[in-house]
């Protein structure tokens, strides 16, 4: 298995626009994590999935973020519209099972909002 | 609420030294325990986990670490550190019943001088 797609690697953005960032999990896995790292905050969830329904959202910064996945193979997670203190690598998580020893990271997107 | 500490934020080692990464964490019972390592450009990848018995955990890559209650500390330790260990190393707890959500501590980048 190629292990978790994160798209794109890197992104860069006018302040305003909207952003979409794209994960494919690992074939089989139910649960689906995205994280946000910035050097201020380090890692946090901001939304999970479980066979494809978002279970906790509560990390969600704002209503300007939304994430959705509409089948088990592909995650979407959008800010609309974007501003500069949304600047930080976006990853994207999935495990076969609840539990940490179980996840498997993507290599992450780097957003950059001008 | 739950948390994790990592007290250093950059730590700098000779190779072949040996290493000790601090974690402390605050949570009324004992949670599960990780310790994740990400290397540049990478997303996390797993190095070892606690979750019950034995308190010194063996790990990938020569890695161990030991779960202390008296202390809530999960430190991680390497006897002689190799050039290829540079990189940045995050403790992480998953609580009960958070379905693998896991809080991350900030991490501690290792800096290896040869």
């Known amino acids: 298995d190629a292990g978790v797609i994160q798209s794109p690697r890197h992104e860069v953005t006018e302040m305003g626009q909207e952003v979409t960032l794209r994960c494919k999990p690992i074939?089989?896995?139910?649960?689906l994590f995205w994280y946000r790292q910035t050097m201020m905050r380090g890692l946090e969830l901001l939304i999970y999935?479980?066979?494809?329904?978002?279970?906790?959202d509560s990390g969600m910064p704002e209503d300007r973020f939304s994430a959705k996945m509409p089948n088990a193979s592909f995650s979407t997670l959008k800010i609309q519209p974007s501003e500069p203190r949304d600047s930080a690598v976006y990853f994207c998580?999935?495990?076969?099972?609840?539990?940490?020893?179980?996840?498997?990271f993507g290599s992450g997107t780097q957003l950059s909002v001008l | 609420a739950q948390s994790v500490t990592q007290p250093d934020i950059h730590i700098t080692v000779s190779e072949g030294a040996s290493l000790e990464l601090r974690c402390n964490y605050s949570y009324g019972a004992t949670p599960y325990l990780f310790w994740y390592v990400q290397s540049p450009g990478q997303g996390l990848q797993l190095l070892l986990k606690?979750?019950?018995?034995?308190?010194l955990v063996q790990g990938i890559k020569g890695f161990e670490a030991e779960f202390k209650r008296s202390q809530s500390s999960f430190n991680l330790r390497k006897p002689s550190v190799h050039w290829s260990d540079a990189a940045e190393y995050f403790c992480a707890v998953e609580y009960g019943g958070s379905q693998g959500n896991l809080i991350f501590g900030k991490g501690t980048k290792l800096s290896v001088k040869p």
């Open positions: 606690y979750f019950s018995g034995d308190t």
């Open positions: 998580a999935s495990s076969y099972d609840r539990g940490g020893e179980k996840l498997f």
């Open positions: 999935f479980n066979n494809n329904v978002p279970i906790d």
């Open positions: 074939s089989g896995h139910d649960y």
